[in-house]
């Protein structure tokens, strides 16, 4: 089928006017996949590769050496990293780590900041953020012997969405802490950092903000607009390999404080092989850090963020913005208006949507099976929606168009309908 409004043509005229094409080719694309689920695991890139290979031959060479020679000393590995993302979020150098993971981290600094004194008790977040926050979220409720009622969850209103309004409200005199993400997971809803960090601090609440669904993606000013502490992780946008260690950031105004979580590589970076007792805290987030740092899951996160400021975070999110402008026309046009079924719960406005679309279908679990069968590769959240992440620096059109023709084919032919309905446990 064709159709004058859309066309391959179309496609491929972006790809060709496209500034950061070029950067496919530093992935490693598979012939015959069309791969959206970069926001659940972003693509191995070839200088992601050679940093990893590079750090085992330091430690085949160097061995207990490498923390302190080599092409890049692993003890040093943190600080230089954190100032390459400090960048990306709009961030001190030395107001980042990088260390744990996104679930450690807001542990480490809901203990530094989740302290319920006199009526100031609750943490307010929403029932849409990632599960792993909001497990992290009620522990900490339990080892303060708070009840579970201390902890607000927002929900979406009648478009499906979260209303800022409603967060706003529920800002009252009881809530010590706010926790939300930049882009809720399922939805691609972006959230207003700005407006919401200011309404937190009018109100004397502490905000942070789990950039895991924006960093790679979306640029962000973080010290600027005054959020007092954020969490991410580098597997998604920024493609640093699966279980890539993760980043947290905390406001200089907070540096003060003592690290809730404490741990040896929090020491201040001179003395830490003092061996002191008790800690000698960095004066900097580098105090947040913990143990060890896994070394070969961290080592590609430079070349990869290397490679995100070669790009441009500002050309990365406007052509993200185009591509699922691109993918949602497709998408209503193909699939929704032909009467195919299916609704897009993500934002049509650009400062509404983060870099991936949610398209729900009664059918979604059978149809995201049919579409990996065939090389499509979105990603599947429960009860209905299939999402799908076009990653600026991998992703063409022309793999837009094509996935938004396969999808439709499939409903078409009810090809889709052969696969079963229950869900795989791992989607
Ligand atoms: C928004 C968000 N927060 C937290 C997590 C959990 O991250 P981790 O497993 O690295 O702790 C994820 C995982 O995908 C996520 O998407």
Redesign the pocket.
């Given at each position: 089928m064709t159709s004058d409004k859309f066309t391959r043509a179309q496609a491929l005229e972006l790809d060709k006017n496209d500034d950061l094409a070029a950067f496919r080719d530093r992935f490693y694309v598979q012939p015959g996949v069309l791969y959206f689920d970069g926001n659940?695991l972003g693509l191995l890139s070839k200088s992601a590769e050679a940093a990893i290979q590079q750090a085992v031959e330091a430690w085949k060479s160097f061995a207990v050496d490498g923390w302190t020679h080599g092409p890049d000393p692993w003890f040093h590995l943190p600080e230089k990293l954190g100032t390459l993302t400090a960048s990306l979020i709009g961030a001190h150098p030395y107001e980042v780590s990088v260390s744990g993971?996104?679930?450690?981290n807001?542990h480490a600094l809901l203990a530094t900041f989740y302290r319920p004194s006199g009526s100031r008790t609750k943490i307010l977040a929403d029932s849409e953020?990632?599960p792993?926050?909001l497990y992290a979220m009620h522990s900490h409720l339990a080892l303060h012997n708070r009840p579970e009622t201390d902890l607000i969850l927002i929900g979406p209103d009648a478009t499906g969405l979260i209303s800022e309004d409603d967060i706003v409200s529920a800002m009252t005199d009881d809530v010590a802490v706010v926790v939300l993400?930049s882009v809720w997971?399922k939805s691609g809803q972006l959230v207003d950092m700005e407006r919401l960090t200011k309404e937190a601090h009018r109100r004397g609440i502490v905000i942070g903000f789990?950039l895991?669904?924006s960093i790679g993606v979306i640029g962000h000013h973080v010290h600027d607009i005054g959020v007092d502490f954020a969490?991410w992780?580098n597997?998604?946008y920024v493609s640093a390999g699966p279980?890539a260690t993760?980043g947290l950031y905390v406001h200089e105004s907070h540096h003060d404080l003592a690290p809730g979580l404490a741990g040896w590589f929090g020491s201040d970076k001179e003395r830490q092989f003092n061996m002191e007792f008790p800690l000698a805290p960095a004066a900097s987030a580098r105090k947040w850090q913990l143990g060890t740092p896994p070394i070969l899951s961290t080592v590609a996160i430079g070349a990869s963020l290397e490679l995100i400021q070669e790009a441009g975070i500002a050309a990365i999110r406007a052509k993200s913005l185009n591509q699922t402008t691109f993918l949602r026309q497709l998408l209503e046009h193909f699939v929704i208006e032909a009467g195919l079924g299916g609704q897009i719960r993500t934002p049509r406005e650009d400062d509404h949507r983060g870099g991936h679309i949610a398209f729900e279908h009664e059918d979604a679990v059978q149809l995201g099976k049919a579409l990996r069968d065939v090389g499509v590769v979105p990603d599947f959240r429960p009860p209905v929606t299939l999402r799908f992440a076009p990653v600026p620096l991998y992703t063409s059109y022309q793999d837009i168009w094509d996935a938004v023709m396969v999808i439709r084919d499939l409903l078409q032919n009810g090809r889709h309908r052969q696969y079963s309905r229950e869900r795989d446990v791992v989607s």
């Open positions: 659940s993971s996104t679930t450690s807001l953020n990632f792993s926050d993400p997971y789990d895991a669904h969490i992780c597997y998604k279980g993760a």
